[in-house]
């Protein structure tokens, strides 16, 4: 057998993508062996505990191995992915895991195209698989198809099937996502019966073998459409699938933001104060800025304005910009305003900020807005983008809730929530009518928050979305 020689094979390690990050998941794989690469051309996408980020490779070549399969956490400095480099003599890979290694279960794989075969067994120090309970009890077939996709695995990941296994090797043949996939389940492989080309087990047939182990008197509902139409029966103890849980694992950014709440709750001491003010003006001035010319393009929204206000609140009451410095006993006073805007993603709440947002025009502001929103919603957010705030605001009014008592973003001493905007009786000009309204809240740290100051912003918020006309006499 021939093996890759150190002089034709680059290693692509995991690069360190935000500050000090020590670890990554491989979220997804865009090439497999046998492609070629150029400098600069995206290879994976991973996900840190701050963001998921597409990693490009550094050189031109030919792919030769994949060491780690999608949904592995990998330390930073670790090789993920072998390039032959161009020019190069081609060289083939090892028919079979290194025999120091017989306790990796996917040590040995099938020869062929080597897609994401190649790599298993060939580190276990640097992996970190996450251990999941209750694999013993196999769940029935929609819910562990639901699992499966909450992990990432995905079956169009290979696409060439792989002959026999290379001598010596009796194990039943199927490819790394099915064989995690059956080791998720409880399944084993052996007793799976197989249905795809050249006897491989495949994704239907696990499932299949899940399914043949639910009790037969516990069936689908598909499988019995009579019921439907017959008298109501008693509501099951179970779901509609059958599950009464679904376990996910906790990692990424929602892991990350979980540690950071909790830390915030138990370290800065909550203040929130709640106000309700009409912001009918402000939102006639929305349309209005719809129609500007200079506005034409940009995100126009009432969230502008809202974020406008409180950066006037702000400059005049620059106190509230702060931080508390626990190791110098000290209040770090900020002379710049990197807002924070929290945006729910498919990973978990996020935060980017708008770096210097105080020095933005209106429709420096409206685009930053509809950059930082835009990103956000693709995934595309990097780690420096989160970095840095100072203050942030959250829109739980998009929810339709009223409002809520945010807590703070780490290293920050103010939080403003913004409730849903209703058409609400309210007493104008000594009469009953129809307005808009909307109630705010503010949480601060009141370790360098006083009452009195928290209490100037929350009003002079709601002082400019009241009367909007105050942006031009206090910006």
Known sequence: MTTMTEASVREFKMPDVGEGLTEAEILKWYVQPGDKVTDGQVVCEVETAKAAVELPIPYDGVVRELHFPEGTTV??????????????????????????????????????????????????????????????????????????????????????????????????????????????????????????????????????????????????????????????????????????ETRVPVKGVRKATAAAMVGSAFTAPHVTEFVTVDVTRTMRLVEELKQDKDMQGLRVNPLLLIAKALLVAIKRNPEINASWDEAGQEIVLKHYVN???????????IVPNIKDAHVKTLPQLAEALGELVSTAREGKTSPAAMQGGTVTITNVG??????????????????????????????????????????????????????????????????????????????
Request: proline share 12%; no cysteine.
């Open 75 to 244: 330390d930073v400095g670790t090789s993920i992915i072998a390039v032959e480099v161009a020019g190069a003599a081609p060289a083939e890979v090892p028919a079979q895991a290194p025999a120091a290694e017989p306790a990796q279960e996917e040590a040995a794989e099938p020869q062929g195209r080597q897609p994401v075969l190649v790599g298993y067994g060939v580190s276990t120090s640097a992996t970190k698989r996450r251990p999941r309970k209750g694999q013993e009890a196999p769940a029935p077939q929609a819910a562990t198809a639901l699992q499966s996709e909450l992990n990432g695995h995905s079956a169009s990941a290979v696409t060439a099937p792989a002959p026999a296994p290379a001598a010596g090797q009796d194990r039943p043949l199927a490819k790394p996502p099915v064989r995690k996939l059956a080791k998720d389940l409880g399944v084993d492989l052996t007793t799976v019966v197989p249905s795809g080309p050249d006897g491989i087990i495949t994704r239907e047939d696990v499932h299949a073998a899940v399914a043949a182990t639910v009790a037969p008197q516990a069936p689908e509902p598909v499988t019995a459409p009579a019921a439907v139409t017959s008298a109501p029966a008693p509501a099951p103890a179970v779901t509609y699938d059958g599950t009464r």
């Open 398 to 475: 998009v929810f339709g809730v009223d409002t809520g008592t945010p807590i703070l973003n780490p290293g920050e001493s103010a939080i403003l929530a913004v409730g849903a905007i209703k058409l609400q009786p309210w007493v104008h000009k000594g009469k009953v009518k129809p307005r808009q309204v909307t109630t705010l809240a503010l949480s601060f740290d009141h370790r360098l928050v006083d009452g009195e100051l928290g209490s100037k912003v929350l009003a002079d918020v709601a002082a400019v979305l009241e009367q909007p006309k105050r942006l031009i006499t206090w910006a």
């Open 339 to 349: 807002l924070g805007i929290a945006a729910a993603t498919p990973r978990g709440l």
